[in-house]
């Protein structure tokens, strides 16, 4: 069927009066102009009677399976508490003051960075819980942030565990999950600030972005009352030498040597995901595959498949000059048929 009488059938949809037909397709064309200018302007609006699109990023996060409760050892809720500590905006200057006091009260060890790190990681969940009790006690309590008050303290001892879930335009799933599915959803990768050491011996630290590689093993939400937190606790590959990049580019780790085993959790909207494809020259490493979020894809209308997915490098392609002819072929030849070029041809 042509367009013409596609859009034909579309205009007789719109006659409701068969008296006056030519009536009803002109305001019912204007009342489908009107309504489609006025999408351009009302775009971020969910229109009224219209269900949302299911796969509608999420920047707040979602769970997609149903979850189920479980009382979680004391040593790895405090894990999973003290990192929603240290990234959390509201509790920066406490980090701070905390270091300072710990600075202070060890002159010797003052300008040790990794032995005030060691030691704040230590003491710092009980001292901000102090801290915090203190100040609520005092005159200063109706100028302190409400979440703080929630941050406070440890969270619910019973953790909800999820199966799946969906974030920044990511779509999430555990390891136990990826192992009854096709598509592995389970890869993960951080760029965090890490405290570089060239030595056992160093004390002067340097602190440098450094990118992680891992495997969701749990989705946890934590329950602080006032508000819950996600939280990935993933299975991390390890940092020090276990990661290459081949000849090709590629980045390469190996999932054989697993460590941070103390700072295995991180925050749900920290996370990108990765997928990984065993080396065919080695089994024991797998190769690192990025890609970009739905959202950025819907947006981004110029995104190649290789920026997309990182699958292929670019081949080398042949340039010509404007003054060069670039190289045609013709068929020439009943019997034997043979591709001939047509510069050749016309020398022929």
Partial sequence: MYPFERYMKILKGYIRNRYRPE???????????????????????????????HTA??????????????????NMLRQAHLYVLRNSVVVDSYIEEHKEQLRSKNPLNARNEIWIQNKHIKEFIEWFDCRITTILCGTESAN???????????????????????INGYRFFTK???????????????????????????????????????????????????????????????????????????????????????????????????????DLANSQWSIVLNHKPKFMIEEDNDTTYEELFGFTNELPITMYDKSDEAPTYVIEGEDDTELVKKSEKNEK
């Fill in 176 to 278: 136990e999950r990826d192992k009854k599915r096709v598509v592995k959803n389970s890869g993960v990768s951080l760029i965090a600030q890490t405290m570089q050491i060239s030595s056992a011996k160093d004390k002067n630290p340097h602190t440098g972005d450094l990118c992680y590689f891992g495997i969701i093993e749990e989705i946890w939400e934590l329950d602080y009352v006032g508000f819950c937190i996600p939280l990935f606790k993933c299975l991390w590959v390890d940092s020090n030498g276990v990661s290459k990049i081949d000849e090709m580019g590629f980045i390469l780790v190996n999932f054989n040597q697993i460590g941070h085993k103390d700072d295995c959790f991180i925050l749900a909207n920290q996370a990108k995901q990765v997928f990984y494809v065993e």
């Fill in 23 to 53: 009536t009803c397709i002109i305001e019912n064309y204007i009342a489908e102009e009107v309504v489609e200018f006025c999408n351009e302007y009302l775009y971020n609006i969910n229109p009224i009677g219209i269900p949302i699109d």
């Fill in 57 to 74: 990023v999420d920047k707040y996060g979602r769970c997609i399976t149903s979850g189920k409760s479980h009382v979680v050892d004391i």
């Fill in 144 to 166: 302190i942030d409400k979440s703080l008050k929630y941050l406070a303290f440890l969270p619910n001892h019973c953790v909800v565990k999820y199966d799946g879930y969906i």
